[in-house]
């Protein structure tokens, strides 16, 4: 007798803009253009059946703009201006939603730069999953190096170490269905929502890998590509860029692993977080709402 395979849980998934920051083009994408554009701040808002709610990343939050008044975390936002319109707070959007910062149980973190974890203090309630790699690279670093990289270690709860959960840690690590990629960390337990090491621009950024209810398979990748077109026209970041990630060769390894990904017939939506096509494309869907 055959058995009927489990049925995959219905994950529900809304993609929300965060704020922005502008770069030149030609920063996020070769031979781009030198006028600043717009780097959406994008954050993943996912319902599990058994889980729970669940954010990937928070984007900006009026946290960034208090832990850089002094020197030098003034300095990250003097070359990174940022805008956070009051419509576009995470705590606001939620709310419209019919959710409570205290109803979100996980975070998965993608890797410590402030525009992805600026939030993290307003949600007093829940765990979160990061990797101890990227942490770990972190603390290693003086004041001024950690800000260099773009960490404010004053945005992160007091009460963090006592809060988060290793994805490296994480018992039985998957098979991640497609090749150039590591393992897959099961993040909740049930292989739905997985993990996937994806190295260079940081230390060890964690994507996140799911099949969601109304989009298929979604692959939210962080800053591994910051536009989407980069990876559809295999245009990279500008050299500019290599001297401030962790691994120039490993951050080249990653793109190619998921530009192949990006481009294969049936191939998951890979979402980068800062990208505006993606944004426009994607954005703007209410499948989560509890008001
Ligand atoms: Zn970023």
Request: proline share 8%; glycine share 10%.
């Amino acid at each position: 007798m055959t058995e009927t395979p489990a049925k995959p849980p219905a994950i529900k998934f809304d993609l929300l803009k965060v704020g922005h920051c502008g770069h030149p083009e030609c920063v996020a994408m070769r031979g781009g253009g030198l006028g600043s554009i717009e780097f959406p701040a994008l954050v993943g808002l996912i319902e599990h059946p058994a889980a729970g709610l669940i954010l990937y990343d928070t984007g900006y939050a009026s946290h960034f703009f208090s832990e850089t008044k002094r020197v030098p975390e003034c300095l990250y936002r003097l070359v990174t201006p940022v805008r956070l319109p009051p419509e576009e707070v995470l705590l606001t959007q939620l709310e419209s939603r019919g959710i409570a910062a205290s109803d979100i149980g996980t975070i998965v973190i993608s890797h410590f730069h402030a525009d992805h974890i600026a939030g993290l203090r307003n949600f007093p309630k829940a765990r979160f999953v990061a990797t101890q790699a990227e942490r770990a690279s972190n603390e290693a670093r003086g004041r001024w190096g950690q800000v260099r990289r773009a960490y404010l270690r004053g945005l992160l709860p007091a009460d963090f170490d006592s809060r988060v959960t290793w994805a490296e840690e994480m018992p039985a690590p998957l098979a991640f269905p497609w090749p150039g990629f590591g393992v897959g960390f099961d993040l909740i337990g049930d292989g739905s929502l997985v993990g996937v090491d994806l190295p260079g621009h940081t230390a060890s950024q964690l994507g996140l890998h799911f099949r969601g209810e109304e989009w298929g398979e979604v692959f939210l990748v962080g800053d591994a590509c910051w536009k989407i077109e980069g990876l559809e026209q295999d245009r990279p970041p500008a050299r500019l860029a290599y001297s401030l990630f962790a691994d120039g060769a490993a951050y080249d390894a990653t793109f190619a692993a998921l530009r192949e990904l990006a481009m294969a017939p049936g191939g998951p939506i890979v979402i980068p977080s800062h990208c505006a096509t993606t944004w426009a494309k994607l954005g703007g869907t209410r499948h989560i709402d509890h008001a």
